[in-house]
């Protein structure tokens, strides 16, 4: 991999078994309602996450509405289907590059996301996959955030 900026890093994936999920779009000051809603309606079911909350982020927002799509690992292997909510007995993204939002994540996250495509293109890595975030639980303040690639240059063996 030639340079990557600042805390990015390369070949990452997100996989989970037991994956629920449901997408929306909607006003982006109305993302926290929309989580709790959609943790809620899983919780309401009986089934216990066993894994991050993350979501992916499926357009550019324009006039501030969002297209997300939200996922929760549970731990059973079977879900009663429900409309807006879907089962995936198995999710799997890679390769992924991966940023770390810190601190205010409102205005730093399109500094990562500029990151994230920067060293793509230095790599002649194409993207294939919209942004992912995986919000962490505890006080640090901090979120990890990924994007698909396809390592569309020449093999890395091409130089020998």
Known sequence: MKAALHDVT?????AYQNVVTSRATFHYSEMAEHVD?????IAAKGYDPTGPFFYS???????ELVDIEMFLPIQQHTFHAEEGLVFHSYFEVSPLLRGVVKGDFENQTELVYAHLLATAESNDWQINSPFYHLPQRDVSG???VFVGYTESGPPADADR
């Open 57 to 63: 982020l499926n357009n550019v927002p324009m006039e």
């Open 142 to 144: 901090y979120a990890l």
């Open 10 to 14: 390369a070949h990452e994936r997100l």
């Open 37 to 41: 809603r959609f943790v809620s309606r």
